[in-house]
């Protein structure tokens, strides 16, 4: 299928280099991650939304509008609450966009996020792939997530540290605008909507 392949070969050149199989041995479950990748491979992939779309080599991987919406989608704390709670591992007092996984059969789980200065990304499991008990992405690999991000936002210097508490991890790009929408329907919101909420949308939606 064309869109797999599409999406294995951004994949690749996002910097997971060991989805080395044809599309066809990942399936469409590529596209929700099923495949097996070095913990590395995907903090460097993660690491290109930070960047604004560009992979480390410089090369853009997407536009600076796509990077803005998911990283708008993973740092929002009031979307992660409906099946997180509120004051969880993946909030803190600035904007982090952060995404947790479980492997199936629960042999491993991770957190991986970012802000516009670091990228980290945290594995948990046994090395024996002994199946986990009670541990999923937000109760094992979160709290250390949360730790190792703080540590790793220490080493930033005084500056960034004020820019990091005042500024989102993207800028809004020219081309998306603030919208009204009906919490229920997604759509434009009308007199009929019990809840709205204010979203990014593309500049050009009507």
Same mark, same amino acid.
């Given at each position: 299928?064309?869109?797999?392949?599409?999406?294995?070969?951004?994949?690749?050149?996002?910097?997971?280099?060991?989805?080395?199989?044809?599309?066809?041995?990942?399936?469409?479950?590529?596209?929700?991650?099923?495949?097996?990748?070095?913990?590395?491979?995907?903090?460097?992939?993660?690491?290109?939304?930070?960047?604004?779309?560009?992979?480390?080599?410089?090369?853009?991987?997407?536009?600076?509008?796509?990077?803005?919406?998911?990283?708008?989608?993973?740092?929002?704390?009031?979307?992660?609450?409906?099946?997180?709670?509120?004051?969880?591992?993946?909030?803190?007092?600035?904007?982090?966009?952060?995404? $947790?996984?479980?492997?199936?059969?629960?042999?491993?789980?991770?957190?991986?996020?970012? $802000?516009?200065?670091? $990228?980290?990304?945290?594995?948990?499991?046994?090395?024996?792939?002994?199946?986990?008990?009670?541990?999923?992405?937000?109760?094992?690999?979160?709290?250390?997530?949360?730790?190792?991000?703080?540590?790793?936002?220490?080493?930033?210097?005084?500056?960034?540290?004020?820019?990091?508490?005042?500024?989102?991890?993207?800028?809004?790009?020219?081309?998306?605008?603030?919208?009204?929408?009906?919490?229920?329907?997604?759509?434009?919101?009308?007199?009929?909507?019990?809840?709205?909420?204010?979203?990014?949308?593309?500049?050009?939606?009507?």
């Amino acid at each position: 299928d064309i869109n797999q392949q599409i999406a294995s070969e951004l994949l690749r050149d996002a910097g997971l280099t060991t989805l080395d199989k044809n599309t066809a041995h990942y399936g469409l479950g590529l596209t929700l991650g099923n495949a097996e990748v070095p913990l590395a491979e995907l903090v460097q992939a993660y690491a290109v939304f930070a960047r604004n779309g560009v992979a480390l080599d410089g090369r853009r991987l997407m536009s600076p509008r796509t990077a803005f919406f998911v990283t708008d989608i993973l740092s929002d704390n009031d979307a992660r609450a409906f099946v997180f709670g509120r004051g969880g591992p993946l909030e803190f007092p600035f904007p982090v966009a952060a995404k $947790t996984g479980t492997s199936q059969a629960y042999r491993d789980n991770f957190a991986i996020g970012y $802000t516009c200065e670091v $990228t980290v990304g945290v594995w948990v499991g046994n090395f024996d792939r002994a199946e986990l008990r009670g541990s999923s992405g937000v109760t094992g690999a979160g709290p250390i997530f949360h730790e190792v991000l703080l540590a790793a936002l220490e080493r930033v210097s005084a500056a960034a540290t004020v820019a990091r508490d005042a500024n989102p991890i993207l800028p809004p790009t020219a081309d998306v605008r603030r919208e009204r929408l009906c919490a229920t329907s997604g759509l434009r919101a009308h007199d009929a909507c019990p809840t709205t909420v204010m979203e990014w949308v593309p500049a050009e939606w009507r």
